[in-house]
């Protein structure tokens, strides 16, 4: 079999450092439901509270859940901006910032114990973050577009870098 020599930009760094990030926002989620368990004894190896055993069993299942949700996207978020950073780095760095700022506020809304609450800033701007992310994907093996390199031009003007 021949070989294929991959070769990433500088910047790429910075992708790494996005993933990095991403990893220990869940740590802290983690950590999160490991307190809510205590809190609201909740034990191993029930991964939910009952209602009909636990008067705050909604409140966990939404700590619980808010994590939950943030481990099953978490692959697809890696693959797609590893893979998406290869080609335009700083890009895939941005929308990954955005991503994860927006996991963040996704927690915090979900952990009030109001599903509901989910929905406010932290999913709104997940959706861009993740879009893009995803966007950026499309772009590995194909042509590059003008619109791309835009943002990555404009800092390079402005002495960013």
Not at 6 to 29: C, D, H, P, Q, S
Not at 37 to 44: A, P
Not at 85 to 110: E, S
Request: hydrophobic share 50%; with cysteine; proline share 4%.
């Amino acid at each position: 079999m021949g070989e294929i020599a991959l070769t990433v930009a500088k910047e790429y760094g910075y992708v790494a450092l996005v993933l990095v990030l991403y990893f220990f926002l869940n740590i802290w989620m983690s950590f999160q439901v490991t307190v809510a368990r205590k809190k609201y004894k909740v034990f191993y190896p029930n991964m939910y509270a009952l209602e009909s055993e636990n008067k705050d069993a909604k409140l966990f299942n939404c700590i619980q859940r808010g994590h939950q949700n943030s481990l099953e996207m978490m692959p697809v978020f890696f693959l797609l901006t590893a893979l998406g950073g290869i080609k335009h780095p700083c890009v895939a760095t941005g929308f990954g910032l955005l991503y994860i700022f927006a996991r963040f506020f996704y927690f915090k809304g979900y952990a009030t114990g109001i599903p509901q609450n989910r929905l406010t800033i932290g999913f709104e701007i997940s959706i861009p973050g993740f879009v893009g992310v995803g966007w950026m994907h499309c772009f590995i093996w194909g042509r590059s577009y003008p619109i791309l390199d835009l943002p990555v031009r404009h800092f390079r003007v402005l002495g960013f870098l």
